[in-house]
Nanobody
Framework: QVQLVESGGGMVQAGGSLRLSCAAS????????MGWFRQAPGKEREFVAA????????SYADSVKGRFTISRDNAKNTVYLQMNSLKPEDTAVYYC?????????????????WGQGTQVTVSS
């Protein structure tokens, strides 16, 4: 059982930045793709970004391309999401997830373990 713990959320003004972290409880997750998702009130959980186990392959939702950057440090069992030029529509609970498969994916149902989420609020 892998436990994922997100941190780094908070409140920021539009145009600001935040860096989210997701720490895994063990090194097992090092060999697997990881993803970030978000869920706003009244909306379905949506894909934000994903990263391959090596960090060499990245994918992003169109809505965050050019503003968000996903990265990972396998030595620390940690995945990051750097969020720049934040907009009010980025307000949501952000979740990290681990997928025990070869390739990253963009559907929530493709991921096996989830963190508890961290709130990001962007004010206009």
């Amino acid at each position: 059982q892998v436990q994922l713990v997100e941190s780094g959320g908070g409140m920021v003004q539009a145009g600001g930045s935040l860096r989210l972290s997701c720490a895994a409880s063990d090194r097992t997750s090092r060999g697997y793709p990881m993803g970030w998702f978000r869920q706003a009130p009244g909306k379905e959980r949506e894909f934000v970004a994903a990263i391959s186990w090596s960090g060499g392959r990245l994918s992003y939702a169109d809505s965050v391309k050019g503003r968000f950057t996903i990265s990972r440090d396998n030595a620390k069992n940690t995945v990051y999401l750097q969020m720049n030029s934040l907009k009010p529509e980025d307000t949501a609970v952000y979740y990290c997830a681990a997928r025990f498969a070869t390739r990253a994916a963009t559907l929530p149902s493709d991921y096996d373990y989830w963190g508890q989420g961290t709130q990001v609020t962007v004010s206009s």
